[in-house]
Nanobody, 121 residues
Framework: QVRLVESGGGLVQPGGSLRLSCAAS????????MGWYRQAPGKQRELVAH???????TYADAVKGRFTISRDNAKNTVYLQMNSLKPGDTAVYYC???????????????WGQGTQVTVSS
C-alpha cells in the first residue's frame, strides 16, 4: 500500500510564491521518478516538472525559469517551489511517483489526491 500526501496549496496573488510538498509512505523499496502534474478547468492534465532519483529535472516550457523541483530521497519527498505565479498557473496539482514495493518485481505509478493552487488578485 502506497500513500502520497500533498501539502502547500492555497490562494496567492499574482507574482507570489508557493511551495508544494509530497511525501510517499508505505512498504517502499525504492522510488525512482517523481513529478508534478496539473489540470486546470477545461484543460488536459499536463506535466509540470519531473525529477529522477539521481536529481535530473525536466520542466514544462510554461513554468521553466519560475518553478523548481527537488527531492529528499531519505524522506521519499518531492517539492515544487513555485515563484512568479500567474493566474494561468491556477489548477489542481497532482503528485506522481514511480515506486517499487517490497515483494514486487516492478515499479508502478502512484498519484496523490491533488491540491488546489489558485492565483488571483
Amino acid at each position: 500500500q502506497v500513500r502520497l500526501v500533498e501539502s502547500g496549496g492555497g490562494l496567492v496573488q499574482p507574482g507570489g510564491s508557493l511551495r508544494l510538498s509530497c511525501a510517499a509512505s508505505g512498504s517502499i523499496y525504492s522510488v525512482t521518478a517523481m513529478g508534478w502534474y496539473r489540470q486546470a478547468p477545461g484543460k488536459q492534465r499536463e506535466l509540470v516538472a519531473h525529477i529522477t532519483n539521481g536529481g535530473a529535472a525536466t520542466y514544462a516550457d510554461a513554468v521553466k525559469g519560475r518553478f523548481t523541483i527537488s527531492r529528499d530521497n531519505a524522506k521519499n519527498t518531492v517539492y515544487l517551489q513555485m515563484n512568479s505565479l500567474k493566474p494561468g498557473d491556477t489548477a489542481v496539482y497532482y503528485c506522481n511517483a514511480d515506486i517499487q514495493l517490497y515483494g514486487t518485481f516492478w515499479s508502478n505509478d502512484y498519484w496523490g489526491q491533488g491540491t488546489q493552487v489558485t492565483v488571483s488578485s
